[in-house]
């Protein structure tokens, strides 16, 4: 076996094959988000507000600035670099593989045709010997290699030995055995070069690659899964209890982590700082952390928005930075109060980030009409003296016309347009319930339950879930009803033969079926056809709807929450986030049924961003004894279960699948056919070398390609054009002609038939510079080794 210990090429093509395994995920990664992006852009109904103008606008720079960053982040640097190099790299190979890689062709060389003559090879020598002659060309390294290639092509031509060496193996020194490279580039032997790669491996082994893993080990376990600190997250979940109050919720967010190392107090913010305090002083609740200067800081500003106070400008930009990272935090803070099954503590949660989101001090009177723009506090002073008591969002778009004119007083037509937009889109729901337990009429202790909670967004426009729902009740093969239980009992007793029966049964079972399978297909057509209309969105779902927010600064989009709680004990059950944004959609709360009794639940569908949108529906179970015979079988089918699990536990592991070579996976079948290759180009290796590959398996291999020959004839005309343009552009497979040694002179003509049939069809003159010269009756051996006679050769043929 020869070893070739560095290689250029080979090192291309191994950097090339890294840095694809990286970019070729990272690219699908990267367009699959950026689809996804376009797919799900937010809904901003806000865009034309006259309200939101400027806080649009502040919004589209910050995000102008945010994808110049990240276009000049370091992952995106690391990943347009990659493609750079990769590129780069695919450039050298190009310009190398013909030097280095693709197999000696003399031909080529020296720009003849394959089955040229001695005299016309002489003569090619000869024109391009004295062309490419170094003292022709002083100082030219490529003609240097040029001469010396033309010089071996000559040798290999003219040289009977160097010739059949060449059209046997493809190499005119013979066969040297299978040939192991190592990828990596030749400057690595260069003496001069020896301290410097010390150094870089050293660098890279001892500095770099700790550093690397530290600092990604560092990030990773200091933040939690939604986006928080570790620390933040102990320091709330030590002070929230299971009744706080909203007015406690500013200073536990303040003493977040993220904002001690964001927002450290600088002493040319004393001042103003100091007059800010001063002015929201007496509406403070004392929390922990208020001894902190870094925490009093945060928690003076979060007052300072919530009560319009004028934010000087050295600490406008602290506001923001607060206000940006506020929806991680409540959300962070949300999830520990879910974790801890508090139900006082996350009603109150969502009711602050309303309150931040339309910044709106605690308890403000009137604090529904307020989320209207462009209303002063005279016109709302105005509007509280007509006793008009407003805690809804849905009773804004019930006010009469007098009530709406006291309001609207002393706006322009402008203003009054944008209060009827954000009227007509503020959050508006119904929500409705349906309780049951699988195939059972009534509930039992134990049952599971199945609560089907089906939130309607009013104030969204009719999309497809919507649309479906009139479908169902409008459409004539929608409504048709599958017949009951009891009309098909009245139908089968009518008949008195048993066979008739059954026969009956079945056929009405059947059409129950077909009825079943014609909605469903009328379903999927009314589907297509709204989505071919461009009614409402489809199958994706539709986009994140933007809340109309004109004082904060950034944009906050729609979350919804549903929580089952216990109305007795004022325990939360269950929960669950609307993760679509359709305008209608259901979740499912599944809770076990208690005992015996009658027990008062309530669902509360609460909102993060507008206030009075939240409903509240009580309701109440009645939960049954289980009958006796009930509790006996599920202990029993219980029992089984266990049962079951323990035999499965005992049984031994799989030993593997034949398909699979023996293992368990389509990952292990790759790893034993590499196995299984590398072993096998060991053995060949080895009975080559001992000569047993020609005294024994050589024969038994000519003999199964002899009798397999009409096959591989009838395949090869149909692979022949790719087979011969991939032997002349990417790899000769000359090398391991060999293997075949005595079937060669059958392959030779096949392919001269082969090539002969392509002339017309414009197969290049590279291709046919590659095919073998040899002549079908020099003398052969047969496969063991005795001199094959003319006539025994072209029988053979």
């Not at 490529?142 to 031509?157: D, N, R, S, T």
């Not at 209303?375 to 006010?399: G, I």
């Not at 007083?409 to 347009?417: G, M, N, V």
């Not at 289980?626 to 006996?632: I, L, V």
Request: aromatic share 10%; net charge negative.
């Amino acid at each position: 076996m020869a070893f070739e210990v560095f290689d250029d090429v080979a090192f291309y093509w191994f950097l090339m094959s890294v840095l694809i395994t990286f970019l070729a995920p990272a690219t699908c990664i990267a367009v699959n988000g950026q689809l996804r992006t376009n797919r799900s852009r937010r809904c901003d109904w806000t865009a034309d507000l006259q309200s939101c103008r400027s806080k649009n606008a502040q919004i589209n720079k910050h995000k102008a600035r945010d994808r110049m960053s990240n276009f000049f982040s370091v992952q995106s640097l690391l990943f347009w670099g990659g493609w750079l190099v990769f590129m780069y790299l695919l450039t050298q190979i190009t310009a190398k593989q013909g030097l280095e890689m693709a197999s000696f062709d003399p031909f080529k060389i020296l720009e003849i045709e394959g089955d040229a003559e001695p005299s016309e090879i002489k003569k090619a020598f000869r024109r391009l010997s004295l062309q490419w002659h170094p003292d022709k060309n002083p100082g030219d390294k490529e003609a240097e290699q040029k001469f010396i290639l033309i010089a071996k092509a000559h040798e290999v031509l003219t040289d009977e030995k160097t010739r059949d060496n060449y059209e046997k193996y493809g190499n005119p020194d013979g066969y040297h055995g299978t040939s192991v490279t190592i990828g990596l580039p030749s400057f690595l032997t260069a003496k001069e070069n020896e301290l410097g790669i010390l150094v870089v491996y050293f660098v890279l082994l001892i500095v770099v690659i700790p550093l690397v893993v530290g600092l990604w080990w560092r990030k990773s376990s200091k933040y939690l899964e939604d986006g928080i600190m570790q620390g933040t997250a102990y320091r709330f979940w030590r002070q929230l209890q299971e009744n706080t109050a909203a007015k406690y919720i500013p200073g536990i967010l303040a003493s977040a982590l993220e904002y001690q190392e964001l927002l450290p107090r600088k002493n040319f913010q004393a001042a103003d700082l100091d007059r800010l305090f001063k002015a929201v002083q007496e509406h403070f609740v004392k929390n922990q952390g208020d001894t902190i200067p870094d925490i009093l800081k945060v928690k003076t500003l979060l007052y300072a928005f919530l009560l319009h106070e004028r934010i000087p400008p050295s600490l406008s930009d602290d506001l923001d930075l607060i206000l940006e990272h506020l929806p991680t935090l409540l959300q962070g803070l949300l999830n520990i109060s879910l974790d801890q099954r508090f139900v006082a503590s996350t009603c109150n949660i969502l009711d602050f980030s309303q309150l931040v989101t339309q910044a709106i001090w605690f308890h403000e009177p009137q604090a529904v009409v307020r989320q209207l723009p462009h209303l002063t506090d005279r016109q709302l002073r105005a509007f509280a003296k007509q006793k008009a008591t407003v805690t809804q969002t849905a009773q804004l778009k019930e006010l009469d016309d007098e009530k709406r004119d006291e309001l609207f007083k002393e706006l322009d037509d402008e203003k009054r347009r944008d209060i009827e937009v954000v009227v007509r889109n503020i959050a508006d729901i119904d929500v409705q319930l349906k309780w049951e337990v699988e195939d059972e009429e009534g509930i039992h202790e134990g049952d599971v339950i199945n609560l089907t909670v089906r939130v309607d967004r009013k104030h969204y426009p009719d999309d497809y879930t919507r649309l479906a729902d009139q479908d169902e009740a409008t459409d004539p093969i929608l409504t048709k009803a599958e017949m009951s239980e009891e009309e098909v009992d009245e139908i089968l007793a009518k008949i008195d033969d048993a066979e008739q029966r059954e026969a009956k049964k079945e056929e009405l079972l059947e059409q129950d079926r077909e009825l079943w399978f014609a909605k469903q297909e009328r379903r999927r057509e009314l589907a297509r056809s709204r989505a071919r209309g461009g009614k409402g969105w489809f199958a994706a779902g539709a986009p994140p709807r933007v809340v109309h927010a004109p004082r904060y600064p950034f944009e906050r989009t729609e979350q919804w929450y549903v929580l089952l709680v216990d109305s007795k004990s004022n325990k939360l059950i269950h929960h669950m986030k609307l993760l679509t944004h359709n305008a209608v959609e259901s979740v499912a709360l599944k809770f076990l049924a208690p005992k015996e009794g009658t027990y008062q639940y309530e669902v509360l569908v609460k909102n993060s961003a507008y206030v009075g949108a939240d409903k509240k529906l009580p309701f109440k179970i009645q939960i049954d004894k289980r009958p006796e015979e009930e509790a006996a079988a599920d202990a029993a089918a219980a029992a089984a279960a266990e049962e079951e699990e323990d035999e499965e536990e005992e049984e031994e592991v799989d030993d593997g699948k034949w398909y699979y070579l023996g293992g368990n996976s389509f990952g292990e079948f790759i790893l034993n056919l590499i196995a299984l290759f590398i072993a096998g180009v060991m053995l060949f290796n080895f009975l080559y070398s001992k000569g047993w590959w020609q005294k024994f398996c050589q024969p038994l291999l000519d003999w199964v390609l002899k009798v397999i020959a009409p096959l591989t004839n009838a395949v090869g005309s149909v692979i022949w054009p790719a087979w011969a343009w991939w032997s002349a552009n990417v790899y000769d497979f000359r090398h391991f002609e060999f293997l075949f040694e005595n079937n060669m002179t059958l392959a030779n003509q096949t392919i001269g038939a082969h090539l002969n049939a392509s002339d017309s069809t414009g197969v290049s003159d590279r291709v046919r510079s590659r095919e073998y010269a040899s002549n079908p009756l020099e003398e052969k051996l047969d496969p063991f080794g005795v001199p094959l006679s003319e006539s025994a050769l072209r029988d053979e043929l």
